[in-house]
């Protein structure tokens, strides 16, 4: 790793609280790439919060030292290091007595922008997070709680900070809201490239989200530090792989796309062949049916017992339940296999000409490996 | 004294109203400045307590405690007390009257900027205020509605208690409580309680539309 990719980094951080035994965060040491999406995740009690709000100086570090894209953090006045950093909390905290404008050109105002470019990038920014420009003039009692939150990121990317700081910040939405949030926040993230560090308690976020999760136990212990993958097939110790609960492989299979597995041609023949022939591929691949094609089109399939002796021209096929695009998880296909008819998932591509198959043999390869 | 009970059978005597309209004027300027002045008097000494209080927190309880302490005197007795220093003047109305204002003031102040809600400030810090920035510009603004609703009680309050004045020569409205009380002269006294209680509701109302002029924000709610 080249020394400029880093863009924050802690070197033995701790905190230490006066009057308790033990440091909240005890000699942390974490080096954040540029670009990178980091989950902090870990029991209550793990410093996961504190460890985030130290990096913009809400909580200030006992010892150690903090680099942000190389810059002692602790070499320049709080309130200005924290305006070059984006911060979105759980309780979100938008100011009640403010607009919506108002609330996301915060930090530009403070930094001086002349009202026109403060207009202009708020405008712009609202649509980024998908509201209507419209919200701009209300206030934050009169919108929802997963719109009150867009409008947080949205304040937070206002002054395009390089670096993300994000306590919770889907916590308290309902779980679609959530779902729905995190998606568009993944989007968001990999369109603008910012670095970004995330706390969380939901190790399901985490994956889902996170280039790399930090695990920490009580006291800012880091467990591990690692791809999503990394971490679901290799848990560094007992405490993480307690941590990660169960479905550990299920949550693996989540992450990786289909096509990572062997996806095989499979049972099928095209419309214009012969029983006999529709016959051969079946024994050959020991299965009672057959994938009808129609040119690089899967129609259905056809049941062995339904042929007797008529040419596949000559049956109507069913429909297959599901059928799956590439860029699909692994999961949703092992999904797709276990509900459907065919204990078979059908790939096909974005135009919807067939791919493939994938059975259970070859995801349960995946979630071995 | 005979005059005064030959109309006694009357409760309202209009004429009276009318041949006097002059002093009723004085005496509504006379009610509203001894309020307005000691209310203003009150809220600049309670912002400056008050800023002692936010800013030294052990100070919250003694502070408040001798107001809430000049808060339980008499009011009779405190312009009795205050008398042999300041006469029959208005010095001692307003010294006494603004010392009434102090614990509904103060208490009102601290309260609004103590509502203020810890994760609020901790996203003002986040965005990069500097601390004196976020009290001005953040915890103020969103204080108001609180600060308001103290000076409207302490307006109203005021407006009533300027009626005892009357006892050292002021009295507003009070003055013609006072002297109906002692003439037996019904219309007096009616116009005098009839006009203070009207003074206090419109400048009652004047301050819920204050307050809903300054927090445009808590008026709206989500559909």
Known sequence: ?369 | MSVVFGQADQLLDWSWVERNIGQIVDRTWEHLTLTGISVALGLVISVLLAIVVLRWRWSYPPITGAAGLLYTIPSLALFALLVPFTGLSQTTAVIALTSYTLFILIRNIVAGIDGVPAYVKEAADGMGYTPRSRFWRIEVPLALPAIVAGVRIATVTTVGLVTVTAVIGLGGYGFFILRGLNTFFWTQLIVGVLLSVVLATILDLAFVALQAWLSPWSKRRAA
């Open chain 1, 1 to 369: 790793m080249a020394e400029t990719d880093v863009m924050i980094r802690l070197q033995s951080v701790t905190k230490q609280y006066a009057g308790t035994e033990l440091p909240a965060v005890g000699d942390l040491s974490l080096d954040i790439e540029r670009g990178e999406f980091v989950t902090l995740v870990g029991p209550s009690g793990c410093g996961k919060t504190t460890t985030l709000k130290m990096i913009n100086r809400i909580i200030e570090p006992t010892s150690g030292k903090i680099l942000i894209d190389g810059v002692d953090a602790l070499s320049m006045p709080a309130h200005e290091l924290r305006r070059s950093i984006g911060y979105v909390i759980q309780q979100i905290g938008l100011f009640p007595h403010r607009t919506i404008a108002q609330n996301v050109g915060t930090v530009p105002s403070l930094l001086g922008w002349e009202d026109s470019r403060i207009a202009e990038r708020t405008d712009e920014l609202i649509e980024v997070v998908g509201l209507e420009r419209e919200m701009l003039d209300r206030y934050p009692s009169e919108l929802s709680g997963g719109q009150q939150q867009r409008v947080g990121v949205a304040r937070a990317l206002a002054a395009d900070p390089p670096v993300l700081l994000m306590d919770e910040p889907f916590g308290a939405v309902d779980p679609i809201v959530r779902g729905h949030l995190q998606q568009e926040f993944l989007e968001l993230q990999r369109k603008l490239g910012k670095t970004v560090v995330f706390v969380t308690h939901d190790i399901d976020e985490a994956i889902r989200l996170g280039t790399r999760i930090a695990i920490l136990n009580i006291g800012g212990v880091l467990e591990q530090y690692d791809t999503p993958t990394e971490i679901l097939s290799n848990p560094a110790n007992q405490f993480v792989e307690d941590f990660l609960g169960g479905e550990r492989g299920l949550k693996r299979l989540g992450l990786l796309p289909i096509s990572s597995a062997d996806i095989v041609r499979g049972p099928v023949a095209d419309r214009t062949s012969t029983a006999e022939d529709a016959r051969a591929v079946m024994a050959e691949h020991e299965v009672d049916w057959i994938g009808v094609l129609d040119g690089d089109r899967l129609l259905g399939w056809v049941e062995a017992s339904a042929l007797d002796g008529a040419d596949l021209s000559e049956v109507e096929p069913r429909p297959f339940a599901v059928s799956l695009t590439a860029d699909a998880s692994l999961r949703e296909a092992l999904d797709s296999v276990v509900t459907g008819h065919a204990r078979t998932a059908v790939v096909v591509d974005r135009e919807g000409k067939y791919r493939g198959m994938l059975d259970l043999e070859a995801i349960s390869e995946e979630i071995t490996e």
